[in-house]
Each structure stands twice: as structure tokens, then as C-alpha cells.
């Protein structure tokens, strides 16, 4: 029966213009995990959570569920394309056939810079939290020689098959989901201290409608915690009968977790012994102070333990994702040393070469902060947008295709549902990209005030004139549109 479900899935991706030598072996769950431990619920909440319970109190909390709900609109317009085209590398290839070869390629390239900047944030964001873990102050530089380190063993694991990346990728999901549930338990059962009613208190930021510029500055903070998702894709020719088991471990790692985020963003504000100082920001990490209340040095260490493990297998899904990309795009001939990144190592069967590029680059970014900090706090600022942008790319993508007489064709479709949901999707990420590009701090540095938008203007002027010097698409070996 195994044997029989290789052939159909090869068979399908011979109909799509592909051969694949990867170890097809990631199971619907491990695939799951994958998309879950990248969008990293743990990770998400306990980096942003300060910020934006300073930029809106605690109703920020309703974001979670707005976001969620936003994002869900876009993981089903994903769900029908990955179903019928269900190749690696995911946002390019999709865009590749539901468009042409320049938008599919601006749309990996905008997406492939995202998860080097996302690799790199993440890895500088979880230095800090070792340091806890070990109870020292670590300057800056040593930080930055801490998030190279955990790129470099996230690399090191990423090259030892997809076997492993799919074992680590279901234990750091274990590891998260088992935390988030016992720790948010335990804080909203033995360690609460706030009511209910802070969730709808607005406080001094204003109510009604003059709330609701501070409410949107806190949304940025959820949207953080809410794609991860895609990866499910970008590993599509690793999966078995990915055109059904994709688009519901995408849906899977919405509901999951987004529940979890929720949960323990909840935990979090009810159990906050000192809610006011954290608003104020005089708290400048009530994520600390509510964890150590609750439950002590010993404790708080044990909690930090498990982030840790979150923040390397969050590391562990992003690197993968970002090589599955940089694959793809070798394997079409649309980038420069394509034959070198396409190729598969013989052992492991993933792509040694691009999983090394992915490595290299997110740790000279990070490495930047040697010398100059804001300035690598600027380029990391791109990690979050970037990837809205390139999702948007798709949707929109999705949408131009609908209006030409696409009629998607795998096994998940939305139906009559189809137009509804691609078009609310639409304007939700457009709304989304606006908020989270709209300068709000005009006392700050222009590259705090807009430092989204610069990025963002940089990253797509340097691939439009790649795409006009370099005509990549003019190779390309797939099918488009």
C-alpha cells in the first residue's frame, strides 16, 4: 500500500513537470509539527508580549483571535493551491503556476529574504533567553556569538535528513504544546491575580474609537505568531499524499497553534502580579516577573528550558522551509549557481548546499549587531512583513487566476466558498501590511519609525533589478500560468 501511494504521489508530481529524489517519508503529524514549531506559539508570545501589552493593555488579547481568524482566510486560499500543486518549495511554485515566472519569482525572492532576516531574529531573540536559563548578563556581542552558535547547530541537525528534521520537529512540538498547557494551566488555576474584566478595560489608552489606534499597534504583536503554516508546503515532495495531508496540517497548525498562543497569552496577563508596571513599561519584562511569582528560580529556570527548546526548533523548521525555497528555485533554473544549490545529498537526500546558504546568510545578518545593533534591528524588522507581503503575493496571485478561469483542481477545494474567502483573505493581508508598515513613533530614529518600510522598499527594489539585469525567468525550466 506504501509502495503503491509513492507511485501515485510520483506519478502526480511527473503530471507537474517534476522528479523528485527526496526521502518521502514525513507523516501527516510530523509534517504538522513542522508548520507548528515554525510558527512557534512559545516563541511568538514570550517575544512580543512585553510590547504590546505596552502599546494597548491587556485587550491586546483579542487580537489573537482576530489575527487567527485573518490568517485561517489565507491558510484555506493556500490549502486549495498546495492541494493541487503540491511541489517544494512552496510560495514560488504556487505563484509560478497560478501566475507567471517574474511574480513567482518576486514572490520568492521577497519570501526568501523574509526567512533569512526571520532565521536571524530568532536566533538573536533567543539569546537572551539562555542567558536567563544560566542566570548570567551577557554583553551584546556574546549574545550575537550565541545566536550564531544556535544556527549553526540548527544547520548541522537540518543536514541529517529529513528523518531527523521530522523526529526533532514532532519533539520540539510535544515539548511546546505539553509546556504551553501546564504552565498556562498552572498560572490561571494556582497563580491568577488579575479578573477577567482587564481584558475589556481599556484604561488610559483611551475607549471607543480613540482606542483604536493603540489596539492596531498591538495587533502587530499577534500577527507575529501566526504564519509558520506554509512550511507544511515548502516540504510538500517529503510528505505522503501531500495533496490531502497538506492543506489539513496547514489548517491543523492554525487551530493549534493559534489556541495555544491564545491560552497562554491569557496565562500571561491573569497571572501578572504587577499588571500596571508592565503597561507602563517600568516592567521591562513582565513575562519574567509573572513566570518567577508563579513559580519560583528553580521553576522559571525548568520553563525556560522548554523555550529554549522552542526557539531550536523553531530555528529547525524555518532553515528547512527556506532550503526547500532555495531548491526549488535552483531546480528551475531561475537563480544564480542553480546546478550547485539543486543538488540532493546522496545520503540524506535533502539540499546540503541551499540548507548551507540558508545558514551562512541569517548568520551574517545576525552578525552584523557586532558593530552596528540598530542597524541589524532595522534589517530584522523585515522578518515579519516580508512574509505577509510574499503571502499576499499569492493570494492575490490566487485571486488573478480565479478571474482568468482557474477552477482549482486537488482534492481540497472551498467551492462556491472559493471567491468569498480569496477576496476576504485579500483584504485582510492588505490591511494587515499597511498596520504593520504605519509609522507610529515620530520621536524615534527614522529607522524605528519606518524601518518596515525601508526594508521592504530595499528588498523589492534589489529583486526587480536583479530580475531586469539578470532575466532569471527567461531559464526557467516549469511550466507557468
Known sequence: MADERQDQDAEQLRALGYTSNFDRTMSLWENFSLGFTYLSPVVGVYSVFATALRAAGPPMFWNYLLVGLGQLLVCL?????????PIAGGLY???????????????????????????????????????????????????????????????????????LLARVAMFGFLCELVGAIVVGGYLLIAARHQPLSILVSTGSFGSGVSYLPAFFASAVAAMFCYYGFEACGDVAEETPNASRAIPKAMRMTIYVGGGAATFVCLALLLASPDLASAIAGKDKDPVATTLKAAFGETGFRLVLGVVMVSFLSCLLSLQAAASRLLFAYARDH???????????????????????????????IASIGHWLQDAVNTIISFAAIGIYVAFQMVVLGAVSARARGWRPGG??????????????????????????????????????????LFTTAVVFAAGLLY???????????????
Open 77 to 85: 486560499v493556500f490549502g486549495e493551491v498546495v492541494s493541487q500543486y
Open 93 to 163: 511554485p504556487w505563484s509560478l503556476r497560478l501566475v507567471g515566472r517574474r511574480w513567482a519569482w518576486l514572490a520568492g525572492w521577497v519570501y526568501a529574504w523574509a526567512l533569512f532576516t526571520t532565521v536571524a531574529a530568532v536566533a538573536v531573540g533567543g539569546a537572551p533567553f539562555l542567558a536567563q536559563l544560566l542566570g548570567v548578563e551577557l554583553s551584546n556581542s556574546v549574545c550575537i556569538w550565541i545566536a550564531v552558535a544556535m544556527i549553526a547547530v540548527t544547520t548541522a541537525l537540518n543536514l541529517s535528513g529529513t528523518r
Open 334 to 364: 531561475m537563480i544564480f549557481a542553480s546546478g550547485w544549490l539543486s543538488q540532493l545529498s546522496p545520503r540524506t537526500r535533502v539540499p546540503a548546499n541551499a540548507l548551507l546558504v540558508t545558514g551562512v546568510l541569517p548568520a551574517l
Open 411 to 452: 482534492p481540497f477545494q472551498l467551492g462556491r466558498w472559493g471567491w468569498p474567502v480569496n477576496l476576504l483573505a485579500l483584504g485582510y493581508g492588505t490591511s494587515a501590511v499597511v498596520n504593520m508598515v504605519w509609522p507610529r513613533s515620530p520621536a524615534e530614529p527614522w529607522y524605528v519609525n519606518y524601518g518596515m
Open 467 to 481: 530580475l531586469a539585469l539578470g532575466r532569471p525567468h527567461r531559464d526557467a525550466a516549469a511550466p507557468s500560468a
